[in-house]
């Protein structure tokens, strides 16, 4: 298909047809999501399950205020991959804060992967106190999601010492729950109405989105792209929520798009953090339509089969696709072995 021929002429009303949310939100079926906060806070400590061991070091630079981490390996992880083996790396943060994220490389094929390499989180030893540490454990895919193992959350620095010296640290890995999705969830509905070529995303809310700014939140907004082979046609976005985590919108956003185009288009939703000053940036994106993966897919196939009906479900954000190109290409994963050490 020819791009430039094709003509959407896309409708011009970008947010909040009351009619349209009314409708969406009368139809969500509880049953397709669930609140799993209401659900798993019981029993929580009993349901965590033990997924291998994470060995680092901890150490605190009072000359220079930095947090000094070395992670030194893995052991014990489980097998992701059908081969029955995974391809661990780590993604740290120092919580509340989550711009500041380090990652180590990927290890190809092994379940006890040697790290050993050193980060440095710049921070005041006053403020140690307030932060946590937050390692997770991922499964590198080259061609799909990377799935988490798991995460090991250090919620007392000063557990082990008083960082003056390099203190050594063993903790068990605990398996990523639906609990761990580290980015947050984005619940839309998609509905299409064939006769009239139109159709409407309902951008209904996001839960446990991820903390961008040094206050522990973020000021959430949700900017939806139509997509066509890779080009953006239209953009629209939604409100701001300023301060929260767990923002609700109910806001429709509508696209024209003829019966004959919708198997050419799809949806790219990113959840974006406002920032009053500098560049707003992109919590998590999911994507929707015929070309998408897993549960995108699924609910665009969802939304064309019940017609005029809004369809809605729960999505988990992931990384921007660019990052883990861009991680790719550094090479990380070219090596079958890690470096080897003295
Ligand atoms: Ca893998
Ligand atoms: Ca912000």
Request: proline share 6%; aromatic share 8%; glycine share 6%.
């Amino acid at each position: 298909m020819n791009v430039s021929s094709v003509d959407f002429s896309m409708g011009t009303e970008p947010v909040l047809q009351r009619g349209e949310t009314t409708t969406s939100i009368g139809r969500i079926k509880p049953e397709l999501y669930k609140q799993k906060s209401v659900d798993s806070e019981g029993n929580r400590e009993d349901d965590v399950k033990i997924c291998g061991k994470l060995h680092f070091t901890l150490q605190y630079d009072y000359e220079n205020e930095l947090l000094v981490i070395k992670i030194i390996k893995a052991l014990d992880l489980p097998a992701k991959d059908f081969t029955g083996t995974s391809d661990p790396y780590v993604k740290m943060y120092l919580l509340p804060d989550r711009k500041k994220k380090f990652q180590t490389r990927v290890h190809r094929k092994t379940l006890n992967p040697l790290f050993d390499e050193t980060f440095q989180f710049p921070v005041a030893y006053d403020q140690l106190s307030n932060r946590k540490l937050h390692f997770s454990v991922y499964d590198f895919d080259r061609f799909s999601r990377h799935d988490m193992i798991g995460e090991v959350i250090l919620d007392n620095l000063f557990e082990v010492s008083d960082l003056s010296r390099e203190a050594t640290v063993w903790k068990d890995i605990h398996c990523a729950t639906t609990e761990s999705i580290d980015l947050g969830e984005i619940m839309f509905s998609l509905c299409y109405l064939p006769t009239a070529g139109r159709m409407t995303l309902t951008v209904i809310k996001c839960r446990n989105l991820k903390a961008m700014d040094i206050t522990g939140s973020s000021d959430p907004y949700v900017k939806v792209s139509l997509m066509c082979e890779g080009r953006r046609l239209k953009k629209r976005k939604t409100t701001t929520k300023k301060n929260t985590l767990n923002p609700v919108y109910n806001e429709a956003i509508i696209f024209d798009i003829p019966p004959e185009n919708v198997d050419q288009v799809s949806l790219c939703i990113a959840v974006m953090d406002y920032d009053r000053v500098g560049h707003n940036e992109v919590i998590g994106v999911c994507r929707t339509g015929l070309d998408a993966e897993g549960l995108g897919r699924d609910h665009w196939n969802e939304m064309l089969a019940y017609h005029r009906k809004p369809i809605t479900h729960w999505h988990p954000l992931l990384e921007l696709p660019g990052r883990a190109t861009s991680f790719d290409s550094q090479g990380s994963c070219s090596s079958p072995k890690p470096p080897s050490t003295p």
